[in-house]
């Protein structure tokens, strides 16, 4: 019987590779879900608003913002005062946000002298987007233009002062991102939300911010280049860019994302699975050859599609009760049903025991490297040092050749 290990050896390798399919089958069922979340997010964003950006308003001495007629402004401050909320459909919980602003900043007139102006406020979605109030100096300002990507107000300046001020307070709604397109010289940009979970992106990271469990505040003070063409071809950039994807290096902001994203998660988790297969299918075949036992490949076919069921339960799991529950739950039962299989296939309470703990501690360890991020590539590498340093200390004693029915060659 011993002879025959070697043979058995490469077909549970071989095994082990195979497995590999139906695991990589589950990883891509995790990205098609996460790409449904990705759709049932755009449909909710086409009703309350999607990812919002906005840019600094500047004067025109048209409506529709002619490209040497435009004076942007010098300094600009923007408060924001944000409430998020989580909706959802489904399985799927998106993030959205009510947003009170308040813009103010000065600006000098267009050197293209004209009887009126307006001033040009940006934004990329209006769907969601309503002016309280507009004034420029301290004459209050109609809107008279709301295009698909600007709102505009009309001006007729009584002098033509160097600069003058303007404020504009609006509100919005929009969904996990907010971003502001810098075209000012100077900016100042301070958010308050009570989402506890930001994400500060782009461009500029803000100078000032704190964050707890009720919330973050964050403060940029952002400097930008004078340099008027750039700037032109910023706004021309925006109202050509439909999801400003062409914009992501000029721009900054924050997102909203929740705290644990079980897709990713989920992901890095599978990439761990062969490693998992193959320890529980070693230890399963060292207590066979030490025992003596017979364990059908058949059995060891059972064992491995029992640890692949591990991350169908913690994909479907995960979409109801959150990552770390589903994870718990699925790891319970996948151990729960390998100890109890154990105990037969290896005619043994102990050794099963020892099996289902060796499982367990491995479950338990790669929760905690899976939630490490920076620190998962360095301690998951001294794991695997430390494992396979015990693997071959605590078989040092082993006579492989006489496992493997070779005792001549042992002996020399």
């Excluded at 103010?104 to 969601?128: D, H, I, Q, R």
């Excluded at 709301?146 to 009584?158: G, V």
């Excluded at 924050?254 to 490693?275: C, E, Q």
């Excluded at 939630?371 to 071959?392: C, D, H, K, R």
Aim: with cysteine.
């Amino acid at each position: 019987m011993k002879k025959e290990y070697s043979m058995k050896l490469f077909w549970i390798g071989l095994l082990g590779l195979i497995l590999c399919i139906p695991l990589a089958l589950i990883n891509n069922l995790a990205d098609e879900r996460r790409e449904r979340r990705a759709i049932v997010a755009s449909q909710l964003g086409r009703v309350w608003g999607g990812a919002q950006l906005i840019a600094t308003p500047f004067l025109s001495s048209q409506p529709n913002a002619v490209m040497n007629e435009m004076s942007f402004s010098s300094d600009v401050e923007i408060k924001g005062k944000q409430i998020a909320e989580i909706r959802k459909k489904g399985t799927y919980q998106i993030p959205f946000y009510n947003l009170d602003l308040v813009i103010s900043g000065k600006v000098s007139l267009p050197t293209k002298k004209a009887e009126s102006y307006y001033l040009v406020f940006p934004v990329a979605s209006l769907l969601k987007v309503s002016i309280e109030s507009a004034k420029y100096g301290d004459k209050p300002l109609k809107q008279i233009k709301n295009d698909s990507r600007f709102i505009a107000f009309r001006i007729i300046p009584e002098t033509r002062e160097e600069e003058n001020s303007y404020e504009i307070k609006l509100k919005l709604t929009g969904m996990e991102k907010f971003f502001i397109l810098p075209m000012a010289s100077k900016i100042k940009l301070e958010i308050e939300s009570n989402w506890a979970d930001p994400s500060f992106t782009g461009r500029a990271l803000p100078d000032d911010r704190t964050i707890d469990k009720n919330g973050f505040k964050a403060i940029w003070n952002f400097k930008n280049q004078d340099d008027l063409t750039q700037k032109i071809h910023l706004f021309n950039m925006m109202e050509e860019s439909s999801e400003f994807v062409n914009l992501q290096d000029e721009i900054f902001g924050v997102s909203l994302i929740v705290a644990v994203d079980s897709y990713h998660l989920i992901n890095r988790v599978i990439k761990y699975g062969f490693l998992f297969i193959g320890l529980t299918f070693a230890g399963f075949f060292v207590f066979e050859a030490i025992y003596s036992l017979r364990v059908h490949l058949i059995q060891y076919i059972f064992v491995g599609f029992g640890l692949l069921l591990f991350y169908l339960l913690l994909l479907s799991f995960s979409e109801y009760i959150g990552f770390a529950l589903a994870y718990l739950l699925a790891a319970f039962a996948v151990i729960a049903q390998i100890y109890g299989y154990a105990i037969v296939v290896l005619r043994s309470k102990n050794r099963a025991l020892v099996l289902g703990t060796g499982i367990s501690i491995l479950y338990g360890f790669l929760y905690i490297l899976i939630n490490l991020e920076e620190y998962s590539l360095v301690i998951g590498s001294i794991a695997l040092f430390s494992l396979l340093s015990g693997i071959m200390y605590f078989t040092r004693n082993v006579d492989w050749y006489s496992l493997f029915g070779n005792s001549e060659k042992g002996q020399e």
